[in-house]
């Protein structure tokens, strides 16, 4: 990802963002909130946009995009969904259609939890389905460990960073199956702090052709209006997927897991630097949790197989709420 400057449309949803601000943060309901607009989170305005019915009878799913320093764009993958519930998706502050603060000390794991529990707020979602995708899934996991599972009709965990020491260990398991002269660049360019460099680029493009991307995307989502922001992923991550150098270079959920109570689901792809051996340690710890694995498949799982995804969240999210409905007889 590379630094993106603020493009005029940016600049005017910015200095739109108090109108739309309050309208929605009166609205006492999904339902009765604006289909997009923005919400008043800690540190600023955040874009939200409800796809499909507002009115349908599901309890709303809420799309988590990765990152950090990512956008939802991807997430209107998962609009056909809408024919069931609301299916919320929101650019995380910094991000996409959000306000991008100067200040660096809002990039922290702790401020995006309190964010998402804003945008839950102000849309009144006292239940709800969460999914959240790399990142997003660490912040979905996060979220109910740090706020609680009242309210979360399940939690989908697609292709989750769970600990920062088990990726950047899968990380060098699949660095180490590289040519050996793209192990070089890689490993040279580290040493030296060039990661900047030509060369770096063009061994990281090879370890995310065949972990990341994988493939052509079958269904392509683009919002050129809305892009990220390297600064935030650099931050607090690193200059590459494979490479932390940033303040979640320590982060780990895994001793926590167990903690989980909503039901969950773990998706990721079979060739995913989510590795499905780790990602499957993590299904266990967390009780009753089902694991899936997308075969033929990266990181970028959900353009690379949109149906079987979007099914496979459907499936999973719909006998949730089906356990989680009270019987009509018992009340139960």
Not at 28 to 43: C, H, N, Q, V
Not at 88 to 95: A, F, P, T, W
Not at 177 to 203: F, M, W
Not at 240 to 259: H, K, N, P, Q, V
Request: aromatic share 8%.
């Amino acid at each position: 990802m590379t630094a993106q400057r603020r493009t005029p449309s940016q600049t005017v949803l910015t200095l739109t963002a108090v109108i739309a601000l309050a309208a929605c943060a009166s609205a006492p309901s999904l339902e009765a909130a604006p289909k997009s607009g923005f919400i008043a989170a800690p540190g600023g305005p955040v874009w939200y946009e409800v796809m499909g019915d507002q009115d349908a009878g599901g309890a709303p799913l809420v799309v988590l995009h990765g990152g950090p320093g990512g956008t939802s764009c991807w997430a209107q993958v998962l609009a056909p969904l809408g024919d069931e519930r609301p299916v919320v998706r929101y650019d995380q502050l910094g991000g996409g259609r959000s306000g991008r603060p100067d200040d660096t000390a809002l990039w922290n794991a702790d401020r995006f939890v309190d964010e998402l529990d804003a945008v839950r707020r102000g849309l009144g979602m006292s239940k709800m389905h969460l999914l959240g995708h790399s990142w997003g899934a660490t912040l979905a996991a996060y979220y109910v460990l740090e706020k609680g599972d009242e309210g979360i009709v399940s939690l989908t965990l697609s292709s989750p960073l769970i600990s920062t020491p088990r990726w950047i260990a899968d990380a060098n398991l699949l660095r180490a199956q590289l040519p050996a002269e793209v192990q070089r660049a890689l490993d040279d360019n580290e040493r030296a702090g060039t990661t900047d460099s030509e060369a770096y680029k063009a061994a990281t493009a090879e370890f995310y052709s065949r972990h990341v991307s994988r493939g052509e995307a079958v269904e392509k989502h683009e919002c050129p209006d809305a892009p990220g922001n390297s600064l935030i992923y650099n931050q607090m991550w690193g200059p590459t997927e494979f490479y932390a150098t940033g303040s979640l270079r320590d982060f780990d959920l895994s001793a926590r897991l167990g903690e989980i109570g909503a039901p969950t689901l773990f998706i990721t792809g079979e060739f995913d630097e989510a590795r499905p051996e780790t990602v499957k340690d993590f299904a266990r710890a967390v009780p009753g949790a089902r694991f899936i694995v997308i075969p033929g498949v990266g990181h970028a799982s959900s353009s690379r197989a949109p149906d079987l995804y979007r099914r496979t969240v459907r499936d999973f999210i719909r006998a949730a709420e089906n356990r989680a409905r009270p019987d009509a007889e018992t009340g139960r």
